[in-house]
């Protein structure tokens, strides 16, 4: 008994020493993430609150984390003399167009890589993942050429078509596709499926939380484009929300107050997709992270 008592008391204060050390690790880690958000958020906060001062305020010296006269000023002048509902349309139009496009052809590149045997396949599957390595900004001036030269500047297709090249998603449709099972395709061949109703009845449905995850996040990608659409769109009837926001300036050059209202309504839609999806959202980001490790 005494032997037990003595044992006892020596183990317990080891459990306390190791519970307040990891209370002391978790709470130093907390402040550290705490801090992190702060630092983070403070310019999105920043630019939230500057929306809704009025000019004379912005510009005065001193910090203001208030508004002191609280005012939609700016996102009134920005919706009665710009064209945003236009740079909205313009947005959802190409952002849609290309969610479907690198879908459909990313998911049809994958299935040809996974399931078919055919010469050049690895060769193929080499430059797939060779070009997920390159940058797009590497490319702008080449696709500016082309679609110069197709006299595609200035347009829906212009705009679209170069950035419906999106290799990580032929990556991670692969890896899906190569772990459905052999059986399912076979027994639809048996019953003299083609690859296109494979494809588009079996594979795609059985994987279509990954489908619905990647969707989303191509579709978050394409409206926060700058770079392409700002060079392929030079008039306002083709600009994006991205490239809109630039316009809006007046004689007296550039007005803050304006300027972030205007960066508000171009990030509001996404912002909103982010709450309603963001489980997709997260599940996609770590699809593509476990491609890049």
């Not at 939230?48 to 001193?62: C, Q, R, W, Y």
């Not at 290799?167 to 692969?174: E, H, L």
């Not at 459905?180 to 027994?187: D, G, L, S, T």
Request: charged share 10%; net charge positive.
């Amino acid at each position: 008994m005494n032997h037990n008592q003595t044992s006892q008391s020596t183990t317990k204060p080891n459990h306390t020493q190791r519970d307040r050390f990891i209370d002391i690790g978790g709470l130093i880690l907390s402040l550290v993430t705490i801090v992190g958000a702060i630092i983070w958020a403070f310019p999105i906060y920043w630019t939230l609150i500057t929306s809704f001062k009025p000019e004379t305020e912005v510009i005065v010296e001193g910090i203001s984390l208030f508004p002191k006269n609280f005012t939609l000023e700016a996102y009134t002048f920005i919706w009665e003399n710009t064209n945003i509902a236009g740079w909205y349309l313009n947005s959802f139009i190409t952002s849609s167009f290309i969610t479907f496009g690198v879908i459909i052809s990313s998911a049809g590149c994958a299935y040809i890589i996974s399931q078919l045997n055919f010469p050049g396949r690895r060769l193929l599957y080499i430059l797939i993942l060779g070009s997920f390595m390159v940058p797009i900004q590497a490319l702008i001036v080449n696709h500016f050429i082309l679609m110069a030269q197709f006299k595609l500047l200035n347009t829906w297709a212009g705009i679209i078509l170069p950035q419906l090249i999106v290799p990580v998603v032929v990556i991670v449709y692969k890896q899906f596709f190569d772990a459905v099972p052999k059986e399912f395709k076979e027994a639809a061949q048996l019953d003299n499926a083609s690859h296109f109703k494979i494809l588009f009845k079996i594979y795609l449905p059985m994987n279509w939380g990954v489908t619905s995850a990647l969707a989303i996040v191509t579709f978050i990608g394409a409206w926060n484009a700058f770079l392409w659409p700002f060079l392929a769109a030079t008039g306002e009837a083709t600009m994006t929300v991205p490239v809109g926001i630039t316009q809006v300036k007046n004689s007296f050059g550039i007005v803050y107050a304006r300027t972030m209202a205007s960066a508000v309504l171009a990030g509001l839609p996404i912002a909103v997709v982010y709450l309603l999806f963001q489980r997709r959202i997260t599940k996609a980001i770590m699809l593509s992270a476990g491609v890049k490790g």
